[in-house]
């Protein structure tokens, strides 16, 4: 399977949702930046998103990306905030 992190965002004007996300291919140096509805597709489309940021100088893997109403990203709820999608590296 197709393992992408979600490494940074951008916001849209307002600061409120989401419009941008820098992405990275597992095993790849190389990213990406696509919109956010793309990355709700590729989700939708079976293809595993998980957050990645880092702490300490090294890269830690963080929480599963899921969609909701349609084409909005939120991070698995868990018991770290550092790998929620608004805690990320802003681009």
Same mark, same amino acid.
């Given at each position: 399977?197709?393992?992408?992190?979600?490494?940074? /965002?951008?916001?849209?004007?307002? =600061?409120?949702? /989401?419009?941008?996300?820098?992405?990275r291919? =597992?095993?790849?140096?190389?990213?990406? *930046?696509?919109?956010?509805?793309?990355? $709700?597709?590729? /989700?939708?489309? &079976?293809?595993?998103?998980?957050?990645?940021?880092?702490? #300490?100088?090294?890269?830690?893997? &963080? $929480?599963? *990306?899921? *969609?909701?109403e &349609? #084409?909005?990203?939120? $991070?698995?709820? =868990?018991?770290?905030?550092? #790998? =929620?999608?608004?805690?990320?590296?802003?681009?």
């Open positions: 399977m197709k393992q992408y992190y979600i490494n940074a /965002i951008r916001l849209d004007k307002e =600061n409120k949702h /989401i419009e941008w996300v820098r992405i291919k =597992n095993g790849h140096k190389e990213y990406y *930046v696509i919109r956010r509805q793309l990355a $709700a597709h590729l /989700i939708e489309s &079976g293809i595993s998103f998980k957050t990645r940021y880092l702490e #300490d100088k090294k890269w830690k893997t &963080g $929480a599963e *990306v899921e *969609v909701f &349609g #084409d909005f990203l939120k $991070a698995n709820p =868990n018991s770290t905030a550092k #790998d =929620n999608l608004r805690n990320l590296e802003v681009f």
